[in-house]
């Protein structure tokens, strides 16, 4: 069994928050027409009704249902309006591996060059790689309250997070344990910065989120002008549907290849120290005892721990108070679920319900 907490992006950095004035992006994004409307009728409906009753019920604000290029089911909660931005938290990270695949295509960073030819001052030491930052195997110590909590507020104590993190030393070796944190994506937007002078975040607004059409109401960033990659996107259900077109298609967009081919497929391939978490992707995978998910608890105990009986090639990026985007390529589906936090959500059974009516 393994051993089961809470949340995404730890609690316990959260409590005490609430008299700190926090970064908040809410302008409203209008919905767009890039997906047709189909509503599913009959014994569908009633499924995902009851789904999104479930869902409601631990403080869901929206579930979105698309399958091929229609959604077939959307349900809001009355307080909210689905115009309105969420901060979806890790839900950023899954960008970070799509950003990787871009550069790399552009010749700007391979994923097993040495994060040391490029930043020399990384006191973690040698053998740290773009592929280990991407599957959070870098073994480089993690500070979340400095690089997390902070991150979160109007006024902050740390400046600048990028070379905050590239400060941080080593706890163990380059691939060896999996470590779920936000200094691996920090470094890495350090590296990305210093190879093409450019934030990370204009790199990908330019390469794929206009091309997209999709659409942020902002980005959390720390005094220094860094964008937050592990956790600093703030949108709605229906912009991040997009994205998760775009990696169930395998980098295709409205027939455009925007990513290269067979990346996604490198995004959602697991590492030795963690099969479940690819590039930035939660995996429908199995995982050995010893594989610390401590802080999830939404996660299935035993066997697959996305669905245990869902299909195998499922996967998903997944935020703090249970900010959910799962792709299906097998059944053609894209789901997104926001939320406002719950201890009582679980993913198996949300998507049991989805997609077997359990």
């Known amino acids: 069994m393994r051993a089961a907490l809470n949340g995404l992006l730890p609690l316990a950095l959260l409590t005490g928050l609430g008299c700190q004035a926090r970064q908040s992006y809410e302008t409203a994004i209008p919905i767009d027409d890039t997906f047709p409307r189909q509503p599913v009728t009959g014994a569908l409906l009633e499924r995902y009704e009851a789904a999104a009753r479930w869902s409601e019920a631990r403080d869901g604000l929206a579930l979105v249902i698309l399958k091929g290029d229609a959604v077939i089911f959307e349900s809001y909660a009355r307080r909210y309006d689905p115009t309105t931005p969420i901060h979806i938290f890790s839900g950023t990270k899954s960008f970070s591996c799509a950003l990787a695949l871009l550069l790399e295509a552009d010749g700007a960073l391979r994923l097993d060059e040495d994060v040391r030819d490029t930043l020399p001052e990384l006191a973690a030491g040698a053998g740290v790689t773009p592929d280990t930052l991407l599957h959070f195997t870098s073994g480089i110590a993690q500070d979340n309250r400095a690089l997390t909590r902070d991150g979160l507020m109007e006024e902050q104590t740390i400046d600048d997070k990028y070379a905050y993190a590239v400060g941080l030393p080593s706890e163990s070796a380059p691939g060896e344990v999996f470590v779920y944190g936000s200094s691996h994506q920090a470094v890495l937007g350090a590296l990305i910065t210093a190879k093409i002078g450019q934030s990370p975040l204009e790199y990908l607004e330019e ?24 956790y600093g996107a703030w949108t709605t259900a229906n912009e991040w549907l997009k994205y998760g077109v775009l990696l169930r298609d395998g980098g295709l967009w409205q027939g455009e290849a925007l990513l290269p081919e067979g990346g996604v497929d490198r995004c959602t391939t697991g590492s030795a120290a963690n099969p479940a978490y690819g590039m930035t992707l939660w995996l429908n995978e199995d995982v050995a005892d010893d594989v610390d998910l401590s802080a999830f608890a939404s996660l299935a105990d035993d066997g697959r721990i996305l669905d245990p009986d869902g299909p195998a090639d499922l996967f998903a990026a997944a935020g703090y108070k249970d900010n959910r985007l799962v792709v299906v390529p097998s059944e053609e589906l894209v789901i997104v679920r926001l939320g406002d936090g719950s201890r009582r959500f679980s993913d198996p059974t949300l998507l049991g319900m989805i997609l077997r009516g359990e």
């Open 207 to 230: 390469r794929l989120f206009t091309p997209m059409g999709m659409r942020f109401g902002g980005w959390n960033h720390d005094p220094a002008g860094n964008p937050m990659l592990a």
